[in-house]
């Protein structure tokens, strides 16, 4: 079965600081996706950064990147010198297939992140 | 354009109520999805659909029923609300059902059934 896991339930960051996020996952698919998404406390899911399965380069995308380790099925997310707008739950999910010919994002828990000033 | 479009923002159903939660994107994305978000938990897939004409069940459908008569809206209707259907449901979009396709999602509707 196909799983995404968050094992951070809550971090704390001191301001400025570099923040890794962990996700790990399990997929028995060659092709996958994974992304991360952002959530506010204002609640809408922003898309952060997205990392193909076949990509041989680490993504990024400005403060964020993305730490994939294929072989140990890992996807942590980097934010570099954090700020307090950066206060939020964080999402990983992954698509892969259900079963049929259709791919799913399958979502883990969240990671709650607090920056401190 | 306006993206993906929820309404209503808010609703207080009593038990046994029905209704429909609203979804339009402008995007001309085929592919749609109704998801459920629960405190402590990730997004659930309640029902998705590929293009017009075409839905699919995912993997908490029950209670829900969904059409797609139109590229743009993908309304989620509860046939009779119970207490557990008290979340925050998010619809969400994307050209594709690819691998790489990023999907880009509603507002969200804050549900509370009593």
């Known amino acids: 079965a196909q799983k995404i896991t968050q094992t951070q339930p809550g971090m704390f960051v001191q301001e400025k600081e570099a923040v890794t996020l962990d996700c790990t996952y399990d997929?028995?698919?060659?092709?996958?996706?994974l992304f991360w998404y952002k959530q506010p406390s204002s609640g809408e899911m922003i898309f952060l950064i997205y990392?193909?399965?076949?990509d041989e380069q680490n993504a990024t995308e400005g403060r964020y990147s993305l730490n994939f380790q294929k072989a140990r099925k890992s996807a942590n997310l980097v934010i570099s010198a954090s700020q307090l707008g950066d206060s939020a739950m964080y999402f990983c999910?992954?698509?892969?297939?259900?079963?049929?010919?259709?791919?799913?994002?399958?979502w883990g828990a969240g990671t709650k992140l607090i920056i401190k000033p | 354009n306006a993206g993906v479009t929820q309404t209503p923002k808010f609703q207080v159903l009593k038990t046994g109520q029905s209704m429909t939660l609203q979804c339009a994107q402008d995007?001309?994305?085929?592919?749609m999805s109704w998801y459920r978000q629960d405190p402590g938990m990730g997004l659930r897939l309640i029902h998705y659909?590929?293009?017009?004409?075409?839905?699919d069940q995912g993997e908490v459908p029950n209670g829900y029923n969904v059409s797609r008569s139109t590229t743009e809206d993908f309304p989620l209707r509860l046939l009779s609300a119970a207490p557990s259907q008290t979340s925050v449901y998010f619809c969400?979009?994307?050209?594709?059902?690819?691998?790489?396709?990023?999907?880009?999602f509603g507002p969200g509707t804050r549900l509370l059934v009593l």
């Open positions: 969400a979009s994307s050209y594709t059902d690819r691998v790489g396709e990023t999907q880009y």
């Open positions: 995007m001309n994305h085929e592919y």
């Open positions: 659909s590929v293009g017009a004409g075409i839905t």
């Open positions: 997929t028995s698919d060659q092709s996958y996706g």
């Open positions: 990392q193909g399965s076949y």
């Open positions: 999910a992954m698509r892969g297939r259900n079963g049929d010919s259709n791919y799913q994002l399958i």
